[in-house]
C-alpha cells in the first residue's frame, strides 16, 4: 500500500497564478484533510471532508478551494496564488470516529509550495 | 487561547538518557484524544502515542509513554533510552468531539529535540 500520496512535491508559483495539489489514499479512509504548515506555527487545518462529494472549512480556509469528487481523492486547489500561501502543504486521511480506536490521522509526504 | 501548548521549542537530551516533552491541552470537553507525533528532518509527520480523556492508564509504545494528568490538563511525551535517531520535531494535537464532523485535530507549535552523543 502506498498510503498517503501528494503531488506535486515541490513548485514554485508566481503571484496571481492557479494551481491544484492532488491528494491520494489507498487505505479505504472516510475522512481526509488539508492543513498547511509554517515555522512557529505548527499544522493548522484548511479544509477537510468527512465522506465523498462532502468537504467543510477549518481554520485557515481563505484563500483555499477543495473537492473530493472520489473517495480515495482530495484536491486543494489555489485559484490566485499570494505570497501568504507559502508554505509546506500536508494531506492526511483518517477511518471516521464510528470505527473506534486511536483513529490517528495518516499523513503524505508534503508539498512544498512557494509563491513568489 | 491556545488549545495545545508546547513551552519547550528545543530540547538537549544525551542518548540513553530519557526526556520528557511539555504538552498542556484547554478544553471544556469532557470526550478527547491527544496524539503525539513526530517529524524528522525529512519532513514526513510519524504517528507517535495516543491517550483518550476516558483512558484510566497512560498509553505506552514502546520508547514512548505518555504522562497524562488529567486534572492539570497535561500530556507529556516521554522517551525512554534516547537514541539519535529521536532527533526530530514533535508535535502534540488534540481531537475534541464536540467540534462535531471530522476527527479534526489542533496542533500545538512544536518541540525540535536533539539527541547528543
Known amino acids: 500500500n502506498a498510503g498517503v500520496t501528494q503531488t506535486p512535491k515541490f513548485r514554485v508559483l508566481k503571484t496571481g497564478q492557479s494551481m491544484t495539489l492532488l491528494c491520494a489514499q489507498d487505505?479505504?479512509?472516510?475522512?481526509m484533510y488539508w492543513y498547511r504548515q509554517d515555522p512557529g506555527m505548527g499544522l493548522r487545518l484548511i479544509h477537510y471532508s468527512v465522506g465523498e462529494g462532502t468537504t467543510a472549512k477549518g481554520e485557515v480556509p481563505d484563500g483555499y478551494n477543495v473537492s473530493r469528487l472520489k473517495k480515495q481523492n482530495f484536491l486543494l486547489g489555489l485559484e490566485s496564488a499570494a505570497p501568504s500561501q507559502t508554505s509546506v502543504y500536508f494531506c492526511?486521511?483518517?477511518?471516521?470516529?464510528?470505527?473506534?480506536?486511536?483513529?490517528?490521522?495518516?499523513f503524505g509526504p508534503g508539498t512544498r509550495l512557494t509563491v513568489l | 487561547a491556545q488549545k495545545i501548548t508546547q513551552t519547550q521549542p528545543g530540547m538537549f537530551v544525551q542518548e540513553k538518557e530519557a526526556v520528557t516533552l511539555d504538552c498542556t491541552y484547554d478544553t471544556s470537553d469532557p470526550s478527547y484524544g491527544l496524539f503525539w507525533y513526530k517529524q524528522p528532518s525529512s519532513g514526513e509527520m510519524i504517528f507517535l502515542i495516543y491517550?483518550?480523556?476516558?483512558?484510566?492508564q497512560n498509553a505506552t509504545e514502546g520508547r514512548y509513554s505518555l504522562n497524562f494528568q488529567k486534572a492539570r490538563k497535561s500530556a507529556n511525551l516521554v522517551i525512554s533510552a534516547s537514541q539519535l535517531g529521536d532527533s526530530a520535531m514533535y508535535f502534540c494535537a488534540m481531537r475534541e468531539a464536540r467540534t462535531g464532523g471530522g476527527n479534526k485535530l489542533t496542533f500545538g507549535t512544536g518541540t525540535q529535540l536533539k539527541v547528543e552523543l
Open positions: 491517550q483518550g480523556s476516558y483512558d484510566q
Open positions: 492526511a486521511s483518517s477511518y471516521s470516529l464510528k470505527t473506534g480506536g486511536d483513529n490517528e490521522q495518516f
Open positions: 487505505m479505504n479512509h472516510e475522512y
